[in-house]
C-alpha cells in the first residue's frame, strides 16, 4: 500500500508560545538514508509521548522522529496549554458530556501522570509544567448557571472544586467582568512550546529527532515501510503517525475528519503591577464556545494575557485572511472587555492553530494495516488526549496491552459527515450561531 500526501501541514501566524522563549533546540533536516525500528511521524504532543513510550518498552529500539516544521512552532506551540484531567467536551453546553466520565478522567490523569514524570527525566523547567488548577469563568446569568450545572456534576463524581464569587475572581484575575468562577484544582498549566521542546531534548537521548522534513509519501517495501521526505528517507518495521488531522492528507479517515482552527492573541509584555490580580491563572468559558484567557509571568516567558476565541472549519487545513481579521477584531473587543483598564495594550502576536475533530468525538488511535499506527484526531484536548493516543500507539506497536491502548482501540470509527459542501457550509454557521450565543461569555 502506497500513501502519499496531498498536502503539508501549514499555519498563519507566529507559534506565539515558541516565539516568546526564543530560539529553541536545534534539530538536523533528514538529508540522509536511514533505517529504524520504528518510525513517529510528527514531533508534537502525541507524537513525542509515543517516541518516549516505544523507549520505555525497547529501551534499545532505533526511534526515529520526523517533523514537518522545526519542533513547537507547529500545532503545540499554537495550544492553549490546558493539561485537562476533568471530563472536557467542547460540543457539550457545559463540558459534562456523555460516556464514562470516571473512565476518562482516569485517562486523563495517567497522561498527567506520564507528562509529569517526563519533566522529572528529562529536566524540563517546572514553570512549563504549572499544577496550578484552572477556573471555568461565568461573565453571565445563563454562564453562571453552565457553572452550576457541571458543579453538580462533579458533585455526582466525587471531584473536588471551589465556587469562585465576583469579587474571588476579580482578586485572581484583576477584571470586573466574571460574576463566579468554579475552580478545579487538577488541571496542569503548561507553557506548551517549553514543554514540547524539553520532551523533544529529553526523548533525543535515545532517538533521532529530524525537524523541518515532512514525510512526502510511504509505501510498503517487503517487511518495511520507507518514508520519503524532501532530501531522505526512512525505512523502518514499524510506522507511528502522529499527525492528527493531517492524518485525511495520506488518505486515511477521508471524509471523516473536521479540520478546525481556533484563533489566538497574546499581548506585549505587561507591567504587572497596572494588571493586577495574581501572575499566572487560567479562565476557560463557562460556555464552551466563550473566551478563553491565560496569564502568564517571565518563568513562562513573560508577563503577558492571552486571549482565544474564534472557529473556523477549514478542510483545506488552512486559515484565510478573512478569518484571521476577524479572530483579531474578536480577540480585542473579549480582551476589552475583561481589561478596560488596559487600553491600548498591543497583541504582539495573532496565530491560528489546528485542531481535528470527529462528529462522534472518538480518536483514531489504532493499527490501520500491518506495522502502521495512528494516533490522530484530538477532539480539541491536545496535550492529554494527544499524550494518551500516543502512548496508545506506542503499546499497540510495541505489543503491549493497556487500558490506554485498549480504551481506544474499542472506540468505533470517526462518523462520516456530510457531503461537502453542505459539511463546511453548515458547521461555520453553526460555530458562528453558538459563538453568538455565548455573547459575553
Known sequence: MRYAARRLPRHRGPAGWAEILGPGPVFPRLEAQVTADVAVVGAGFAGLSAARRVLQHWPQARVVVLDAWRVADGAAGRNSGFMIDLPHDLASEDYAGAG???????????????????????????????????????????????????????????????????AAMKELTGSAHYRSGLYTPGTVMLQPAGYVRGLATGVVRGAELYDRSPVLRFERAGRDWVLRTPKGSVTAERVIL???????????????????????????????????????????????????????????????????????????MHPTDRDMGRAARAHARAFAARFPHLTGVRQAQVWGGHLCLSLNGVAHAREIEQGLFSACVQNGLGTAR????????????????????????????????????????????????????????
Open 100 to 166: 464514562d466520565n470516571r473512565m476518562l478522567t482516569r485517562l486523563n490523569r495517567a497522561a498527567i501522570a506520564f507528562a509529569r514524570d517526563a519533566v522529572a527525566d528529562y529536566d524540563i523547567s517546572p514553570d512549563y509544567f504549572d499544577p496550578a488548577g484552572k477556573v471555568n469563568g461565568a461573565a453571565t446569568e445563563a454562564g453562571d448557571a453552565h457553572n452550576r450545572s457541571y458543579a453538580k456534576h462533579l458533585e455526582g463524581l466525587g471531584e473536588p472544586h471551589e465556587w469562585l464569587d465576583a
Open 242 to 316: 502522529a499527525v492528527n488531522g493531517h492524518l485525511e492528507s495520506f488518505g486515511v479517515a477521508r471524509g471523516r475528519l473536521v479540520q478546525l482552527f481556533l484563533f489566538a492573541s497574546m499581548t506585549e509584555e505587561l507591567d504587572p503591577e497596572v494588571v493586577g490580580g495574581e501572575p499566572r491563572w487560567g479562565v476557560t468559558p463557562s460556555d464552551p464556545m466563550g473566551t478563553t484567557v491565560r496569564r502568564i509571568d517571565t518563568g513562562q516567558g513573560g508577563h503577558r494575557i492571552v486571549t482565544r476565541n474564534c472557529a473556523a472549519v477549514r478542510p483545506g
Open 386 to 441: 494527544g499524550t494518551l493516543t500516543g502512548i496508545a500507539a506506542a503499546d499497540r506497536c510495541c505489543g503491549q496491552q493497556s487500558e490506554i491502548a485498549d480504551y481506544f482501540e474499542a472506540e468505533a470509527e470517526p462518523k462520516r459527515l456530510p457531503p461537502q459542501p453542505f459539511a463546511t457550509l453548515g458547521a461555520n454557521a453553526y460555530l458562528r450561531w453558538k459563538e453568538w450565543r455565548a455573547g459575553d461569555e
